[in-house]
């Protein structure tokens, strides 16, 4: 294990969680509540809160943690059949808007190490209703592939509307975005990509906060809204492998369930 490649990327995700907890508050004018928490093996993370005018639910979570892997998940990652011992860092993002006209807003970025290391993770967002950006959305994301390696959008948006799918109802969760897993090609540009993608998340909810965030809404939109999060609500609860991961590897409950909305409604 590189213990320089490892406090490099939890350094960035520490000041990645810096700048977004600013620019929201500020948008938002309420301060988050933040919680530390350790983990039952090492480590720990901090657990940021808000509720207010603007976000009507958000959380921004980060963690480092280590420990080793139960022999139920060693088959399951890469490295963990070698040797079961992990460190892992990361931070967590979801942003659940007061305005049915601003999307859900989801992104994490992570670092694994056992014997192999890499990183993972992506962002997405959930309209429920038609979002004017969209196009302009998807092609931010395109770029920024595109400048590390032409053929990756394509894979990551397909890996991305593969996974936040929701077979029971046989739709998707919201409008997609980049999801991926596994990179380890070139540590440096792996982590410039990385950078890139998390820079591309804080510029995004900055100017879609403000820029919707005093249209004005109707009681049925808020309901669009509210069933749209019931699908969000149950792809968190039965297929998302975060979720998964945090509760048997002993992470925060309060932490991992943070993406839950905080409030649905089942047609």
Same mark, same amino acid.
């Given at each position: 294990?590189?213990?320089?490649?490892?406090? &490099?990327?939890?350094?960035?995700? &520490?000041? !990645?969680?810096?700048?977004?907890?600013?620019?929201?508050?500020?948008?938002?004018?309420?301060?988050?509540?933040?919680?530390?928490?350790?983990?039952?093996?090492?480590?720990?993370?901090?657990?940021?809160?808000?509720?207010?005018? /603007?976000? &009507?639910?958000?959380? /921004?979570?980060?963690?480092?943690?280590?420990?080793?892997?139960?022999?139920?998940?060693?088959?399951?990652?890469?490295?963990?059949?070698?040797?079961?011992?992990?460190?892992?860092?990361?931070?967590? /993002?979801?942003?659940?808007?007061?305005?049915?006209?601003?999307?859900?807003?989801?992104?994490?970025?992570?670092?694994?190490?056992?014997?192999?290391?890499?990183?993972?993770?992506?962002?997405?967002?959930?309209?429920?209703?038609?979002?004017?950006? !969209?196009?302009?959305?998807?092609?931010?994301?395109?770029?920024?592939?595109?400048?590390?390696?032409?053929?990756?959008?394509?894979?990551?948006?397909?890996?991305?509307?593969?996974?936040?799918? !929701?077979?029971?109802?046989?739709?998707?969760?919201?409008?997609?975005?980049?999801?991926?897993?596994?990179?380890?090609?070139?540590?440096?540009?792996?982590? &410039?990509?990385?950078?890139?993608?998390?820079?591309?998340?804080?510029?995004?909810?900055?100017?879609?906060?403000?820029?919707?965030?005093?249209?004005?809404?109707?009681?049925?939109?808020?309901?669009?809204?509210?069933i749209k999060r019931s699908r969000y609500a149950e792809f968190n609860l039965l297929h998302d492998r975060?979720?998964?991961?945090?509760?048997?590897?002993?992470?925060?409950?309060?932490?991992?369930?943070?993406?839950?909305?905080?409030?649905?409604?089942?047609?």
């Amino acid at each position: 294990m590189t213990d320089y490649n490892f406090n &490099e990327a939890k350094n960035w995700f &520490e000041e !990645l969680r810096n700048q977004l907890i600013k620019i929201v508050s500020e948008i938002d004018g309420s301060d988050f509540i933040k919680t530390n928490w350790t983990h039952r093996h090492q480590g720990g993370g901090t657990m940021a809160k808000i509720k207010g005018s /603007v976000i &009507e639910k958000g959380g /921004v979570n980060i963690s480092s943690v280590s420990g080793k892997f139960s022999s139920q998940m060693q088959d399951k990652i890469p490295g963990a059949k070698d040797n079961p011992n992990y460190k892992a860092t990361g931070i967590s /993002v979801v942003l659940h808007p007061m305005s049915p006209k601003i999307p859900s807003m989801h992104f994490n970025t992570r670092y694994l190490m056992t014997t192999e290391q890499w990183f993972g993770g992506g962002m997405d967002i959930t309209p429920c209703m038609d979002f004017k950006n !969209l196009e302009l959305y998807h092609q931010g994301l395109k770029n920024i592939c595109d400048t590390h390696d032409s053929k990756k959008y394509s894979e990551y948006k397909k890996w991305c509307d593969d996974y936040f799918y !929701l077979p029971h109802r046989k739709e998707a969760r919201g409008a997609g975005g980049i999801f991926f897993d596994y990179l380890k090609n070139d540590w440096e540009q792996d982590f &410039e990509f990385i950078m890139d993608i998390g820079k591309y998340f804080r510029d995004f909810i900055q100017s879609t906060f403000l820029e919707l965030k005093n249209e004005k809404w109707s009681n049925t939109e808020k309901d669009l809204q509210l069933i749209k999060r019931s699908r969000y609500a149950e792809f968190n609860l039965l297929h998302d492998r975060g979720t998964k991961f945090g509760l048997e590897t002993g992470g925060n409950i309060d932490a991992i369930l943070m993406s839950m909305p905080p409030i649905a409604k089942w047609d």
